[in-house]
């Protein structure tokens, strides 16, 4: 993907003052780190393999999104909230890669049906929300790695994931296999395939 103009804008800006408010006094999982520091290296990722601002803006609200659905919002309040700032494209990019927190009859899903659904609508989701799910995955997965690789105790990196080591390793491999299973290709898909293996092997 390529786009007419990547890196600093306006709208980008935009997004991380957005996200930068939302995400305050947040910190990555089991970290020191402002949680901040993830969109912001989604869009790098994203930046370096020349997407457009749109999904950029896009890789850096996927947790506002994410976490605005889970507090139970609305489609209406997401229009509101994400829509009227970003344009429905941005938001639509989001919503196809957010794990619901409910089924379409207002269900609550369990961890495992969660991840189920989130692969199932993958297949419906277009090229812009594979690439914001590819650098999402990259961003962690490849976090998980520098974090194994620094301390001498990983049991304390996976005690962090409620899935344990078995199951989250298979979630990231799951994503590249599904990834390639509907065709999406880009050369992304190859560093998160490095990343993932790179968890298999840690």
């Not at 105790?153 to 344990?164: I, L």
């Amino acid at each position: 993907m390529t786009g007419s103009m990547t890196g600093y804008s306006d709208r980008i800006n935009h997004a991380f003052a957005f996200a930068a408010k939302h995400h305050d006094q947040q910190v990555r999982k089991g970290t020191r780190l402002p949680y901040l520091t993830h969109p912001a290296n989604v869009a790098v990722i994203l930046t370096r393999y020349g997407c457009p601002d749109d999904v950029v803006v896009a890789g850096i609200l996927h947790d506002v999104v994410e976490d605005c659905v889970r507090e139970g919002m609305t489609r209406e309040m997401l229009e509101e909230r994400i829509g009227r700032k970003f344009g429905n494209g941005v938001l639509e990019t989001v919503l196809a890669v957010t794990q619901r927190k409910l089924d379409d009859d207002g269900i609550e899903m369990s961890w495992d049906d969660r991840k189920e659904d989130y692969l199932a609508r993958l297949s419906l989701a277009s090229e812009p929300a594979r690439w914001v799910c590819a650098a999402d995955k990259v961003h962690n997965a490849n976090s998980i790695l520098s974090d194994l690789r620094r301390t001498a105790f990983p049991e304390t990196v996976w005690g962090r994931f409620s899935a344990g080591r078995e199951g989250t390793v298979r979630w990231y491999r799951r994503v590249v296999d599904r990834l390639r299973e509907i065709g999406f290709t880009a050369p992304i898909v190859d560093e998160l395939e490095q990343a993932a293996f790179g968890l298999e092997q840690g």
